[in-house]
């Protein structure tokens, strides 16, 4: 058998694109960056880059998502830092023409956070921006300001960030991600609302807190409360150590 010679195959590089998603003025936005550099430049885009040599691929999405939005990624076993965001693998991509440059695979990672500040542009991304998810996903495409033509995302970051989307909307009824979207300190309305803006429906209060209040090891009084809402004080919850909900939160068919 012949050595193994690498330059018989042909070059191809990986990158990492992040679905950064976050709860916002009540509605589920996603972060986009417009690029600086082609291709695809002046165009939105989800924020990603191309991996290092010496990094495996959990590094580089949390290397990416701190150069281009100055957002830190946590374990989530571990407590988050301030802003901190949970990050998991999302899926694959490898059409062979996804990218002009060359053969380029892209690994997409989901990144769920609680209500965040402004994100800090950086690497290749001329500015960044929180923008409802429905808006981005419209079938006229992209993300325009006023005066602005919009255009669709760049690559196939549209389908990326349907995907990513579509992982949110269903991993919440049967696990206790919903949480990551709240502060470490939460009330049940809060919860609420995170559900009502993922889902894209309205949740009947009482019934959501019944379900929430009595699903085991999904939320842990802190025995505080808070005014924050309006209104009378509400009382103050943690995520539980629960990871899957049992029974697990249906979404309601729209």
């Known amino acids: 058998m012949p050595p193994y010679d690498p330059s018989a195959f042909p070059p191809f590089a990986v990158t990492v694109d992040l679905v950064v998603l976050t709860v916002r003025r009540h509605a589920l936005c996603a972060l986009a960056v417009r690029r600086g550099e082609p291709p695809f430049q002046g165009r939105w885009a989800l924020p990603g880059g191309f991996v290092r040599s010496d990094e495996d691929l959990e590094a580089a999405a949390a290397r990416e998502l701190a150069e281009e939005?100055?957002?830190?990624?946590?374990?989530?076993?571990?407590?988050?830092?301030?802003?901190?965001?949970?990050?998991?693998?999302?899926?694959?991509?490898?059409?062979?023409?996804?990218?002009?440059?060359?053969?380029?695979?892209?690994?997409?990672?989901?990144?769920?956070?609680?209500?965040?500040?402004?994100?800090?542009?950086?690497g290749d991304a001329h500015s960044a921006r929180w923008a409802p998810v429905d808006t981005l996903l419209d079938q006229d495409g992209g993300v325009g300001r006023e005066g602005e033509q919009a255009a669709p995302l760049a690559f196939d970051h549209a389908r990326i960030l349907a995907d990513g989307v579509e992982r949110a909307r269903s991993k919440i009824?049967?696990?206790?991600?919903?949480?990551?979207?709240?502060?470490?300190?939460?009330?049940?309305?809060e919860l609420r609302r995170v559900y009502e803006a993922v889902w894209g429906v309205a949740l009947d209060p009482r019934n959501f807190h019944r379900k929430v209040t009595g699903t085991p090891g999904f939320l842990v009084p802190t025995g505080g409360t808070t005014t924050r809402q309006g209104g009378r004080p509400a009382q103050l919850f943690r995520a539980g150590g629960a990871t899957l909900l049992n029974p697990p939160m249906l979404r309601p068919e729209v």
């Open 69 to 122: 939005t100055g957002l830190h990624a946590h374990c989530p076993a571990g407590p988050p830092p301030p802003y901190g965001a949970h990050l998991e693998q999302l899926a694959t991509y490898g059409d062979p023409k996804r990218d002009p440059r060359m053969r380029v695979v892209s690994v997409a990672h989901l990144v769920l956070a609680p209500d965040l500040p402004a994100p800090t542009a950086g």
């Open 173 to 189: 009824e049967y696990s206790s991600l919903a949480t990551a979207f709240c502060p470490q300190e939460f009330t049940v309305g």
